[in-house]
């Protein structure tokens, strides 16, 4: 149950509380679907599932404009869903067709969609956040009010561009949200263990920034830290480091046996699972109705399986793409 | 003083560099310049190669940074996806290893791994050379290990015309490029530019022509092979190709050269194992094999870390000896 901390008159209005939940939905249906996808074989691919994080981006989402900029990392899927990157050319990239958002040049780690304000999306952990420091200082140039959010995990926090990022986001004022994720393990490695602070959040001091821990799977805390830290962006009033609790239900990779994980550890989160917990929420405080709702899930539904079935008939990209987009004139043969 | 005496008065080529940064931040307003100490009140450069600069045109265009290359090359990445034309300084070439996620890992790959749907359209400038007693960590020429990566260009000039012209033709390209800026050329003076012009990345110069042998070099080694080309006129006609972009490289130039003389030497300051000589020999040897007089040789650094001691350093880099003693090999 999300925490309801502060006046009711402090929440969201319906129609955002209503989209945040669809948003949400989307992800976890998304992720759903793909894992059983990728276990047919039907698609080949590794796979870093965020099922359990989805509250984070949607929150964020809710409170971007689609012109604001996204940098995100492998597991990060549910970070461009909810910033709006179309399901089927999603779903096409996930496949490796010509039709996918990167022609299928990138895949589940690259998804790139300049259109939804996705950027990059990296394999390296870290590198998110660098170069949301210069997409941010060419909004600041322009002023064009543009800003951008960076998503990490919290094993991201002890690498050397977490810090050189922030420091220069600092000293430049930049109009960029970094948001990690802390889903507790740094690929299989528990959090404490690697992590020489109890709060990535408290890291924020070091650059003289504000820093927020919030309950990242709580979708009103969350909303409400979001918009702060992005309303200080849009000031013009420098970055914001948020700390998102949240945990990742199915491990680093898909297949992960997860036998780091303390027992009953991944059980007791589940158990919490955000998303079904907001639905309850929004019933029992009439914010929905059950036909409405379940109206809304099955839309959805529908539209996975035409954005797996416009990926499964695409058509797999010709040889000579190896050739272009090396470089912006193409490769001769 | 008259257009003509003005067209003829000599200029160095951290001077050349400077002109470039001046016009092309002139040009046009997307170009923007940042990197440590570029700043006028920083000193503009240790150098002084940015002096000037953002006293003209600001400093939000022109912006010291902290001693953080991810952070410099990250934002410059960033700038370059959102449309800006940045020039990234990081500044000696050692310390691109400390940011080479962000080059060969992102600026390289990003247009490749969106479909072409983002480009990174970054100039990252460096200098670098042995010879000026600095040691094992900054003096390297790393060029292969850039060129080696799909998706970057590479261009090192050998004079102050060339300066002007790759560093602006290296702004104005749609794709990531390294400038590399060798100190061995830093001071020397030589014929101006053509201000407003670039020269067009991967297409090389006769520096000399001749018709014995064909010297490819690149940097400060033209120079270099120019001497002995001269020295050896008299018995030897030395055809001097100076690559001025190494990646892509102009390799219908460079054959059509040893196809006329049927005989090549590579010369550069970068160690010759595994370098660009490797590469060049591999290429003109696939292609050329049947017409060649003699194996393709090639002289490079030393395969060891630049030393410090001056004999040492000496020895290291390619001596004027040894790049006469290539070509004779050839003609032998």
């Known amino acids: ?38 276990k047919s074989g039907r698609i080949i691919g590794n796979y870093y599932s965020p099922r359990g994080q989805e509250v984070i981006p949607s929150a964020i989402s809710c409170l971007l404009k689609r012109e604001d900029y996204v940098c995100t990392i492998y597991r990060g899927i549910h970070d461009s869903l909810a910033k709006g990157v179309p399901m ?48 941010a200082l060419a909004s600041k140039l322009r002023g064009d009010g543009r800003i951008a959010v960076a998503y ?42 690697g992590t020489a602070i109890d709060q990535v959040a408290k890291r924020a001091a070091a650059y003289s920034i504000p820093g927020v821990h919030v309950d990242g799977n ?35 990779l898909l297949g992960d046996v997860d036998a780091y994980m303390g027992q009953g550890e991944k059980e007791g989160w589940m158990a919490k699972d955000p998303v079904p917990a907001f639905r309850r929420w929004l019933l029992a405080e009439g914010y929905a109705s059950e036909a409405q709702l379940k109206a809304m899930e099955e839309t959805i539904a529908s539209e996975i399986e035409e954005a797996l079935n416009f990926a499964m008939s695409s058509p797999y990209p010709e040889i000579d793409e190896l050739r272009r987009d090396v470089y912006a004139q193409e490769l001769p043969q | 003083m008259t257009a003509a005496s003005q067209a003829v008065e000599k200029m160095t080529s951290l001077q050349a560099i400077n002109l470039a940064l001046h016009d092309a ?14 700043g006028d009140k920083e000193g503009g450069g240790v150098v002084e190669v940015t002096k000037g600069l953002s006293s003209k045109f600001g400093d939000e265009r022109v912006r010291s940074t902290p001693i953080a290359e991810q952070a410099i090359i990250g934002a410059a990445i960033g700038a370059a996806l959102a449309g800006m034309r940045p020039i990234a300084e990081i500044m000696l070439m050692n310390f691109t290893t400390v940011a080479m996620d962000m080059i060969t890992n992102h600026a390289a790959k990003l247009r490749f ?105 690149y940097g400060k080694q033209v120079n270099d092979v120019l001497a002995v080309a001269d020295k050896l006129s008299g018995d030897i ?96």
Request: hydrophobic share 40%.
């Open chain 2, 237 to 332: 006609k030395v055809e001097v190709i100076d690559l001025r972009t190494i990646s892509p490289y102009d390799e219908e130039a460079l054959l059509a050269s040893v196809k006329k003389t049927g005989r090549a030497v590579v010369v550069h300051e970068a160690v010759k194992k595994f370098g660009i000589g490797a590469e060049i020999a591999a290429s003109i040897t696939e292609k050329l094999f049947r017409q060649l007089k003699s194996p393709v040789l090639r002289v490079g650094g030393k395969y060891c870390p630049v030393p410090f001691s001056q004999p040492l350093e000496a020895a290291f880099m390619p001596t004027a000896a040894e790049i006469e003693g290539a070509i004779r090999a050839t003609l032998a």
């Open chain 1, 88 to 135: 089927k050319l999603l779903w096409a990239e996930l496949s490796g067709r010509a039709t996918g958002s990167c022609k299928g040049k990138g895949g589940p780690m690259h998804i790139t969609h300049p259109e939804s304000g996705v950027m990059v999306t990296t394999g390296v952990v870290g590198s998110s956040m660098p170069i949301a420091n210069g997409l």
């Open chain 1, 218 to 252: 709580d979708p009103l805390a969350m909303y409400a830290a979001a918009k702060e830290a992005i309303e200080r962006a849009r000031a013009g009033n420098g970055p914001t480091l948020i700390e998102a609790m949240t945990f990742r239900f199915h491990g680093h």
């Open chain 2, 113 to 217: 791994m969106s479909g072409g749907q983002t480009s990174v359209p970054l100039t990252i400038r460096m200098m670098t050379g042995a010879g000026f007693a600095n040691g094992g960590q900054h003096s390297d020429f790393l060029e292969a290990w850039f060129a080696h990566t799909p998706g970057l260009k590479v261009a090192i000039p050998s004079n102050p015309a060339d300066a002007y012209g790759l560093l602006r033709g290296c702004i104005e390209d749609p794709d990531p490029c390294i400038f590399v800026e060798p100190l061995g050329i830093y001071w020397v003076p030589g014929d101006p530019p053509l201000r407003g012009k670039s020269i067009p990345l991967g297409k090389a110069r006769v520096a000399r022509a001749g018709t014995d042998v064909t010297v490819i070099s």
């Open chain 1, 152 to 193: 990490f995990g919290d094993g991201a926090s002890n690498i050397g561009a977490f810090h050189e990022a922030l420091n220069l986001a600092s000293v430049w004022q930049l109009p960029v949200v970094f948001v990690c994720q802390n889903n507790r393990y740094a690929e299989h490695t528990k959090y404490e263990w």
């Open chain 2, 25 to 38: 931040l002139a040009a046009d307003q997307n170009v923007i310049l940042f990197g440590e100490d570029v």
């Open chain 1, 1 to 38: 149950m999300p925490n309801t901390q502060g006046a009711k008159a402090n929440r969201p209005p319906r129609e955002v509380l209503v989209e945040l939940y669809r948003k949400m939905t989307l992800l976890k249906q998304n992720d759903e679907r793909f894992r059983a996808v990728i």
